[in-house]
């Protein structure tokens, strides 16, 4: 079993950071990729950043140049520093983590419960 919890979500001011954290745990062999997506309101989930066991990066043209992913692999977490926030930032962030739990597993993707940020104008 795997789960995913997020940290770091609140309130904060236009223009100011917030630091998310994702921290996997359970039966876990490799995690292979680890991302972030997030859902506003009456909106669909949308990608934000991931980023691959080998530090491959991707960002969404909305957040590229103010939002970087990064993972401490030892550690099994991942984290999402968020500056220069905007109000369009506000919605529930999940994280996910792509997951073997033996070598040369199966994979799975596994999903966090979810923080919300909220990013007042």
């Known amino acids: 079993q795997v789960q995913l919890v997020e940290s770091g979500g609140g309130l904060v001011q236009a223009g100011g950071s917030l630091r998310l954290s994702c921290v996997a745990s359970?039966?876990?062999?490799?995690?292979?990729?680890m991302g972030w997506y997030r859902q506003a309101p009456g909106k669909q989930r949308e990608l934000v950043a991931t980023i691959t066991s080998g530090g491959n990066l991707n960002y969404a043209d909305s957040v590229k140049g103010r939002f970087t992913i990064s993972r401490d692999n030892a550690k099994n977490t991942a984290y999402l520093q968020m500056n220069r926030m905007k109000p369009d930032d506000t919605a529930v962030y999940y994280c996910n983590s792509d997951v073997r739990v033996s070598d040369g597993g199966r994979q799975f993707r596994y999903w966090g419960q979810g923080t919300q940020v909220t990013v007042s104008s």
């Open positions: 359970g039966s876990i062999f490799t995690i292979d990729a």
